[in-house]
């Protein structure tokens, strides 16, 4: 089971760092992503993190504003966000490959967790 947390209320230019937790397995040897869903919208594919941490992948909206981390010894994949925008504003998930790294593809997660909602005002 994954459980994403640290979503909040922040003004456009702030930060947050979300994190994935993973209880009940481990996913040091899994890709994990972060997809987010604004209202209205698909759920859209937001960032990726190999098993190691060693390749990341991003799309272009957050690309130099969002980093992905992990620490396998915690089970725990990070989200840092800075210089949030409005539209950045949307439920973030994160989710776990069974293989050790996975893209862009939401089919290509196997495990999913519960959101956090991310609102940025302007």
Do not use: H
């Amino acid at each position: 089971q994954l459980q994403a947390s640290g979503g909040g209320l922040v003004q456009a230019g702030g930060s947050l760092r979300l994190s994935c937790v993973a209880s009940g397995r481990t996913i040091g040897n899994n890709g994990v992503g972060w997809f987010r869903q604004a209202p209205g919208k698909e759920r859209e594919f937001v960032g990726t993190i190999s098993w190691s941490g060693g390749s990341t992948y991003y799309t272009d909206s957050v690309k130099g504003r969002f980093t992905i981390s992990r620490d396998n010894a915690k089970n725990t994949v990070y989200l840092q966000m800075n210089s949030l925008k409005p539209e950045d504003t949307a439920v973030y998930y994160c989710a776990a490959s069974r293989t050790i790294i996975a893209g862009t593809d939401r089919n290509k997660y196997d495990y999913w967790g519960q959101g956090t909602q991310v609102t940025v005002s302007s």
